[in-house]
């Protein structure tokens, strides 16, 4: 068991530093609006902490789920930053997802003062880190790994070192690639199905055990076809994602025309006040132009 810090109280970290509370980690939480922190406290024992620094004093661990990488560096960097109050030998663990760029930057900031770093972006949504079923996509030293990976066990379905640090960013990046493909393809297909006078369920009840079959497919098919939305993974953060992978893609020379339209078509939901939709909104935007 270790003490742990851990920062970010929001739809993902909340649960997921519940797990580890269960789990029998000294958990100590940090989240810029205090009422978020001590609501957690009051469900799960352990501590609220007053600014990073102070969450971090002690702890072995300290972990981060915040939004994006400004978000990230305020809470590591600074007087009241989490470095400040770590010592040499301690590890961070983020999982926030970021660019490769402030991973990067933040990774060689903590080696400086002998910090040890692994970025451990995660995949699953709110309902895996409730239910402890992430996967988690690591980067950084494997002996940093080593010690990383029986804790986030606790919130853990699978996690995997992919490479060095940035590594984990960059898988997560492909992660989100592959997603807004799928979501704009079985937004397209429950579109059909419904104009074209199909019953959209029994369709997927056939499709899904063949090689059209996904997880999207399986758990959002039902609330596509009734026009439900408010749930899962929003919009807003999916085009912080794709932002992330457009900008890497540059880098790194890789060609994402299909990811850059599926962005805009998020842009669109946006406009339509769907900001806080669910991915699988694309099909509003679909219905709203064919209607």
């Avoid at 074209?196 to 056939?206: F, K, N, P, T, Y």
């Amino acid at each position: 068991m270790a003490n742990v810090a851990f920062l970010g109280m929001g739809v993902m970290g909340a649960p997921m530093a519940g797990h580890l509370a269960a789990a029998g980690h000294a958990v100590t939480v940090f989240n810029r609006t205090a009422a978020k922190a001590e609501s957690w406290v009051a469900d799960h024992k352990g501590k609220a902490a007053t600014t990073p620094r102070e969450a971090a004093l002690g702890c072995e661990i300290v972990m981060a789920c915040v939004g994006n990488d400004d978000d990230l560096r305020g809470v590591c960097l600074g007087d009241d930053g989490a470095f400040a109050g770590m010592t040499e030998g301690s590890l961070f663990i983020d999982h926030t997802t970021v660019s490769a760029e402030v991973t990067r930057e933040l990774a060689a900031a903590a080696v400086e003062k002998g910090i040890a770093w692994v970025d451990a972006p995660v995949s699953g949504g709110q309902a895996g880190a409730e239910n402890g079923q992430l996967v988690i996509m690591c980067g950084g030293a494997q002996e940093d790994y080593d010690r990383a990976e029986p804790v986030m066990a606790a919130f853990a379905k699978l996690s995997q070192r992919m490479g060095d640090v940035g590594a984990g960013q960059l898988t997560k990046m492909v992660n989100q690639i592959c997603i807004a493909g799928l979501m704009q393809g079985l937004s397209e297909a429950m579109n059909f199905a419904q104009k074209a006078g199909l019953d959209g369920e029994a369709v997927v009840d056939v499709i899904q055990g063949g090689a059209a079959g996904s997880w999207q497919m399986v758990n959002r098919h039902k609330t596509m076809l009734a026009g439900e939305y408010e749930h899962g993974f929003a919009v807003d953060w999916m085009r912080k994602d794709l932002a992330i992978c457009l900008a890497e893609a540059e880098n790194v020379g890789a060609s994402l025309p299909g990811t850059a339209l599926i962005d805009q078509y998020y842009k669109d939901v946006q406009a339509m006040g769907g900001g806080r939709w669910d991915t699988s909104s694309l099909m509003a935007r679909l219905k709203k132009l064919s209607d």
